[in-house]
């Protein structure tokens, strides 16, 4: 029986979207060369998936926080569907969600609530900004987010959403900080990395591509994020702090018990 309820002769429920949230993330808003890039990433991806895939599911991710892996997974998903494919953007960040704030929507009900065995409208998550566009949110923030992503939960939800969607992209953690992204890899067509130039360390990003290369992932290809303005000692230093603080926080509140851990 399929996860999503059919509604019949009723009005989607369309979040509204706040154009002070996403004007500065939505390709649409941006300088004529930033959408430019992502039509080009649009096209350079026709080339990378495998033919006669049937609704591939893209992982975006990255080896750091701050690298601009969710702005460009809302941008990749936005152009496609641009150019006339259904597509849905998946919030697969169960720790820390930022597609539903950087959007303007709320966060909740989305995936966690599918992976929980709820029911849900598709219908729902369509966006107002583009017909064929839908964002499912990651919902509320579950104990135990790489099992969740991992299970055969998550497996018959996406064969599910395949049946429906031309493509899927999902926005996924860091894969130096946390193993979530490496945990969904086998259900999906491949991955894309994001680095961003002046930012991502390199010792970051060979262990970023270790890991994919160790758990066998499918690397479509990756994407080169300009750095922003702000130079000098102390500019390197909150960006640093940025890190390691998002690190941190990863550890603390999902750290396994100790009595877990003697198992």
Not at 31 to 56: D, H, M, S, V, W
Not at 242 to 253: D, F, H, I, P
Request: with cysteine; proline share 5%.
């Amino acid at each position: 029986m399929s996860l999503f309820q059919k509604k019949h002769k009723r009005k989607h429920k369309s979040s509204s979207f706040a154009p002070a949230e996403n004007q500065k993330t939505l390709h649409k808003n941006l300088e004529f060369t930033a959408t430019e890039q992502y039509k080009l990433l649009r096209a350079n991806l026709e080339f990378t998936i495998p033919e006669g895939e049937k609704c591939p599911v893209i992982g975006v991710t990255s080896s750091m926080r701050g690298e601009g892996k969710s702005t460009t997974a809302v941008n990749l998903s936005y152009v496609l569907a641009e150019k006339g494919s259904k597509v849905l953007l998946i919030d697969g960040d169960l720790r820390i969600p930022s597609v539903a704030k950087k959007m303007g929507i709320k966060g909740s009900p989305g995936l966690t609530d599918l992976l929980m065995g709820k029911g849900a409208s598709i219908a729902d998550f369509r966006t107002e900004l583009l017909e064929e566009w839908y964002i499912l949110p990651s919902g509320d923030i579950p104990p135990n987010p790489s099992e969740l992503l991992g299970s055969s939960r998550m497996e018959a939800v996406l064969n599910d959403l395949r049946k429906m969607f031309d493509y899927i992209v999902i926005d996924l953690p860091p894969v130096n900080i946390v193993s979530d992204a490496l945990s969904v890899s086998h259900l999906i067509t491949g991955m894309i990395v994001v680095i961003r130039e002046g930012y991502t360390e390199k010792k970051e990003l060979e262990a970023c591509f270790r890991h994919l290369k160790l758990s066998n992932v499918n690397v479509l290809g990756c994407v080169m994020n300009e750095a922003k303005s702000g130079n000098g000692a102390y500019g390197k230093y909150r960006k640093k702090y940025r890190y390691y603080k998002y690190y941190r926080y990863y550890q603390s509140n999902y750290e396994m018990p100790k009595d877990e851990q003697q198992k």
